[in-house]
């Protein structure tokens, strides 16, 4: 497991992490009233640095929270982390709550300021001749709001102990019969050289490299469909990838101990990869 490096940023500060202390009145502790991100960095570079900001900045808005920082203002905060960290691969953690309240009601208190926190992890990044992993389905146990990327990660915490048990990196969810994402991961399947995702909605988290597979994919020529999955397409798939910003784009081999296609990275995932890779060296 990577662990925590030792400066952190704190309501306007960089600190020792160890150092680093909230009320135990943050909202965020008692409700988890708060919102996060995590940016990879290569080469001491953050990688998809806008999408990230641009997402962190919607699910605040989608709670009320006040984003306490403008775009410009959050990169400087991810830049003096990974350069106070030593650069080099990094995960760069960011997250806000809604602050620190006199009480505790469930009510939104006024006139509060947002607690930001920010960390580093260590990043080890996938080799490319091992990228193959595998998954298990497990029911959608999430709340109906999946779309805002909320601390409050019970749910996933829960299901991805699961896959971990179960030998598997991540757990596919289904709800009503349809995939909708990993536990910490979205989804793409491939049918006859089609790619296909679940259209973004309530019920999943719009991924950033989601966005970049499928960008990639077009640019390439291939064919792409935003359309409901079901359990049986899932099943029955040629291919299927998980994608996270800490995992790229993985391919799954084995689905609930049963092989994916022949059992081996597909052809369409290895087209891709190969993309996504010489996008992310540049």
Not at 23 to 30: I, N
Not at 50 to 68: C, Q
Not at 119 to 136: H, L, R, S
């Amino acid at each position: 497991m990577a662990q925590a490096l030792p400066v952190a940023y704190l309501n306007g500060s960089f600190v020792a992490i160890e150092s680093a202390r909230i009320s135990p009145m943050d909202r965020g502790f008692l409700f988890g009233d708060a919102v996060y991100e995590v940016i990879p960095v290569h080469d001491s570079q953050p990688m998809l640095l806008a999408p990230h900001l641009r997402r962190l900045a919607r699910s605040l808005d989608e709670l009320e929270i006040r984003n306490p920082h403008s775009e410009a203002e959050w990169g400087t905060i991810v830049a003096q982390l990974i350069e106070r960290n030593g650069g080099g691969n990094l995960a760069v953690y960011l997250q806000a709550t809604r602050g620190t309240d006199r009480g505790r009601d469930h009510v939104f208190p006024e006139d509060i300021e947002p607690t930001v926190f920010g960390m580093v992890t260590e990043y080890t990044e996938t080799a490319p001749d091992q990228p193959a992993v595998k998954a298990i389905t497990l029911p959608d146990i999430r709340w109906g709001r999946c779309d805002i990327k909320s601390t409050s990660l019970l749910a996933n915490v829960l299901v991805r102990q699961q896959a971990k048990c179960a030998g598997a990196i991540d757990a596919i969810l289904l709800r009503d019969g349809f995939v909708t994402e990993g536990g910490a991961s979205s989804v793409i399947i491939v049918e006859s050289g089609v790619l296909v995702r679940r259209p973004n909605g309530l019920d999943v988290l719009p991924g950033t490299t989601n966005e970049l597979a499928l960008e990639l994919a077009r640019e390439a020529g291939l064919d792409i469909r935003e359309e409901a999955i079901s359990e049986q397409r899932l099943r029955q798939a040629d291919e299927i990838w998980l994608t996270s910003a800490m995992k790229d784009i993985s391919p799954v081999v084995m689905l609930d101990g049963q092989p994916v296609g022949n059992g081996e990275p597909g052809p369409v995932w290895r087209r891709l990869s190969a993309l996504f890779r010489s996008r992310k060296a540049g």
